[in-house]
């Protein structure tokens, strides 16, 4: 029984991305996720903690930093996080600190509650930084929370890897 166990395949994973108004930073980084788990069994989704943006596209910015990169974000529409997130998905992962209360705030036990990371922390474990929200700033800021993202989502990508036996 134990060799059956360690040899069935692990079940899908399932990762949301969250930041405030689902428009920039998350749906770059269901993207770029998504496009680097092509070959496992993750599924990666997005959402915003307001609800400011609901069924709005990408931000444009967002959207051409994507493109650059060779990844296509434009089918996205923003969607409001909901309670029965935290019971969904297997990870979920905050862009800021303000982002990771309000996920917390909606987790009902702490089952849920472990679920809850903040991105940055992947790849500098316990240093609690930010994806900064690029959203009333310039276009650099947006080539900038590309690499922070991009650079997080390889980590979760080998880790998962490992995880599948990949
Ligand atoms: P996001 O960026 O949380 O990365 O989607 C923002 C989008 C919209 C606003 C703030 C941040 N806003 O204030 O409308």
Do not use: W
């Not at 899908?12 to 496009?35: D, F, H, K, W, Y």
């Not at 930010?130 to 310039?138: E, H, I, L």
Request: include cysteine; aromatic fraction near 6%; glycine fraction near 6%.
């Amino acid at each position: 029984m134990k060799i059956l166990l360690f040899f069935s395949p692990m079940k899908e994973q399932t990762i949301l991305m969250v930041c405030l108004g689902n428009i920039c930073r998350s749906p770059l980084a269901e993207g770029i996720l998504s496009e680097k788990c092509k070959h496992l069994n993750v599924i990666v989704d997005s959402a915003g903690t307001s609800g400011n943006h609901i069924g709005e596209k990408p931000d444009p910015r967002s959207v051409h930093v994507a493109t650059l990169n060779g990844i296509d974000i434009g089918d996205q529409r923003a969607r409001k996080l909901m309670k029965s997130d935290l019971e969904n998905f297997d990870k979920i992962y905050a862009m800021d600190s303000s982002n990771f209360n309000n996920i917390l705030n909606l987790a009902e036990n702490p089952e849920d509650k472990k679920k809850v990371h903040l991105l940055l922390n992947e790849v500098a474990p316990k240093e609690n930084k930010a994806v900064p929200d690029p959203y009333f700033g310039g276009d650099q800021g947006f080539n900038e929370i590309y690499k922070l993202i991009d650079e997080a989502c390889e980590m979760i990508k080998n880790n998962l890897e490992k995880e599948f036996h990949v």
